[in-house]
């Protein structure tokens, strides 16, 4: 499967934005779904992720809250919805499928889009 996220801009610290990922192929509703972060500086970490029925949710501690990722099957597309945005948030963003929901250690990635929250 072939991901692709998109989204990403510049917001202010307390505003929201809701990043996508579109897969191709067909057997996208068949695996589970996750969003990973790099920071300028930092390693990857773990976001969110969610099972391949949309019933199973994970998240990191430090997204809790404020992140709800969420998966439209018919339309191939997984979605992060970011609210009360901070300055920490700041990072690349990826999508990635075939892993397990408390694993880091996924099949697929796609490229980053970026999300720059200025204070």
């Known amino acids: 499967v072939q991901l692709q996220a998109s989204g990403g801009g510049l917001v202010q610290a307390g505003d929201s934005l809701r990043l996508s990922c579109a897969a191709s192929g067909r057997s996208f509703s068949s695996y589970n779904m996750a969003w990973f972060r790099q920071a300028p500086g930092k390693e990857r970490e773990f976001v969110a992720a969610?099972?391949?029925?949309?019933?199973?949710?994970n998240y990191a501690d430090s997204v809790k809250g404020r992140f709800t990722i969420s998966r439209d099957n018919a339309k191939n597309t997984m979605y992060l919805q970011m609210n009360s945005l901070k300055p920490e948030d700041t990072a690349v963003y990826y999508c990635?499928?075939?892993?397990?929901?408390?694993?880091?250690?996924?099949?697929?990635w796609g490229k980053g889009t970026l999300v720059t929250v200025s204070s």
């Open positions: 969610i099972n391949w029925r949309g019933v199973s949710t």
């Open positions: 990635a499928a075939g892993g397990d929901l408390y694993d880091t250690n996924w099949r697929y």
